[in-house]
């Protein structure tokens, strides 16, 4: 009998202890600690749709952003007289947090929220105000070169970092870690902006509109000055492409482009850049396309284009 009591207790006891433990894990499991954080945001490069900006940090300013295990980026185009008014844009929706000469001269912060944050620093002017709920794309101020000390050192351009828990991160646009250069020249890695891209969209560039028919266009290799060269019915496209490792020119084979106006140059999202126009008798479409140093061509089928005016 004494055995059986014994084996009642020690089962009670058993049960008592899985209720227990199961009620312990239950709590645990529901504890969300200080600072835990959620999956980054899809941040975009700072900029407008198509630009392309150069990248580079040094790795020895500790404090400054560019110390060791500091991984804040440097932003310049170049040549720098482009970087002049360029407006800054929120890498991602959120709430700002700081404004003003607080660090890196006139400086902005943005909370994305789960322990996400991103500086935009050196601004010549700031279109935001601190509590303001932004979305991403949205203007937050304009590139400038101010701050005192070695808080900023290298003329108009701008520091860029984002942070976990206030621990600064690498880099990363559209979900994919950017390369830097250890010096801010021309030579330093490029980035091409997505920032308030239309799905699927790209930049249009009419060459009527510009000097001798001439662009300037974002590659994914790197900014491209773009033409078209000869005279009808023999013309050439020609791209120079800044690389990383120099300027590289890309000619496509000879065709006739018709008249200007009815011609333009189109910089994609996927980082190459197409020279369209009608031809034909005007009722099809050709587009040429430089696409990783290859030019293609496709030709639309017959259609009524319109008046072209």
């Not at 185009?77 to 407006?87: F, K, N, R, T, V």
């Not at 902005?108 to 789960?114: A, C, F, K, L, Q």
């Not at 010549?124 to 304009?142: L, N, P, R």
């Not at 990363?172 to 010096?183: E, L, P, W």
Request: proline share 4%; hydrophobic share 35%; net charge neutral.
């Amino acid at each position: 009998m004494a055995s059986k009591d014994v084996a009642r207790r020690q089962g009670g006891a058993r049960r008592w202890l899985f209720v227990l433990v199961s009620f312990a894990l239950a709590v645990v499991g529901s504890i969300v600690t200080p600072g835990s954080a959620s999956a980054a945001p899809t941040f975009k490069a700072p900029f407008k749709c198509g630009q392309v900006w150069h990248a580079s940090t040094y790795g020895n300013e500790v404090g400054t952003g560019h110390g060791p295990g500091e991984h804040a980026v440097d932003f310049n185009m170049y040549p720098h007289s482009a970087e002049l008014g360029q407006p800054i844009l929120a890498s991602a929706a959120g709430t700002v947090t700081a404004t003003g000469d607080v660090g890196y001269g006139n400086r902005v912060t943005i909370d994305h929220g789960g322990g996400w944050t991103t500086y935009y620093g050196h601004l010549s002017s700031i279109s935001v105000s601190k509590g303001a709920k932004i979305d991403a794309g949205a203007q937050i101020g304009i590139i400038g070169n101010t701050g005192t000390g070695n808080e900023n050192n290298d003329g108009v351009h701008l520091h860029f970092d984002q942070r976990l828990n206030g621990v600064y991160q690498w880099v990363a646009f559209d979900g994919k870690t950017i390369s830097v250069g250890n010096s801010a020249t021309a030579s330093a890695p490029t980035i091409t902006s997505t920032n308030g891209c239309a799905s699927g969209g790209g930049q249009s560039v009419p060459s009527a509109q510009l000097k001798d028919g001439r662009v300037f266009l974002p590659t994914a290799s790197g900014p491209a000055e773009c033409a078209r060269a000869g005279d009808r019915p023999n013309t050439v496209l020609v791209c120079n492409v800044q690389t990383s490792s120099g300027w590289v020119r890309y000619t496509s084979p000879w065709v006739d482009w018709g008249y200007e106006h009815t011609r333009g140059w189109v910089a994609n999202r996927d980082g190459s850049v197409s020279h369209c126009g009608a031809v034909g008798t005007g009722n099809q479409v050709r587009c040429d396309t430089l696409s990783n140093g290859v030019w293609s061509t496709k030709t639309s089928g017959v259609t009524d284009l319109g008046w072209l005016s």
